[in-house]
């Protein structure tokens, strides 16, 4: 239907996808786990399901990293830079797109602030945007 194509790619260039669909969600998560995995206060993260995904080049050079006392938890990497790269999440038939990965404008902004009670003692939220103390359960907007 649309011809939106967002490009993405790793530091090193070696990973490369794109997008069919612009995200229908985004947020900005503060857990422990997304601060460790992005060493910021916070990973801004969109959404897309998932056949919008696809790899253009070094698919071969992905690893994942699953945390082993989380549900699903994973860490989904470049193995030549260790940028931090989309995560697909079937059970909930969407990709996690690391926003700062991206090469295109995916037309949205974080729209709410999640896991706020795990934010770091530094991190300062300096915005209006919706503040959620833990997860929050999002769907894909109707078209
Ligand atoms: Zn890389
Ligand atoms: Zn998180």
């Not at 260790?82 to 991206?102: A, E, F, H, Q, Y």
Request: charged fraction near 20%.
């Amino acid at each position: 239907m649309s011809d939106i194509i967002l490009g993405g790619s790793c530091l090193c260039g070696t990973v490369r996808y794109e997008l069919t669909e612009a995200p229908f969600w985004a947020h900005s998560c503060h857990c422990t786990r997304c601060r460790k995995i992005t060493g910021s206060p916070f990973a801004a993260n969109a959404f897309v399901p998932l056949e919008a995904l696809r790899y253009v080049e070094g698919e071969e050079h992905i690893r994942s990293y699953r945390v082993p006392k989380a549900e699903r938890f994973t860490h989904t990497f470049c193995t030549v830079c260790g940028s931090t790269l989309p995560s697909p999440n079937p059970s909930k038939s969407r990709v996690v797109i690391p926003m700062g990965s991206l090469d295109d404008n995916p037309g949205l902004s974080p729209k709410a602030h999640i896991w706020v009670n795990s934010k770091a003692a530094w991190d300062v939220i300096a915005d209006d945007l919706p503040q959620h103390p833990e997860a929050l359960d999002f769907q894909p907007q109707e078209p």
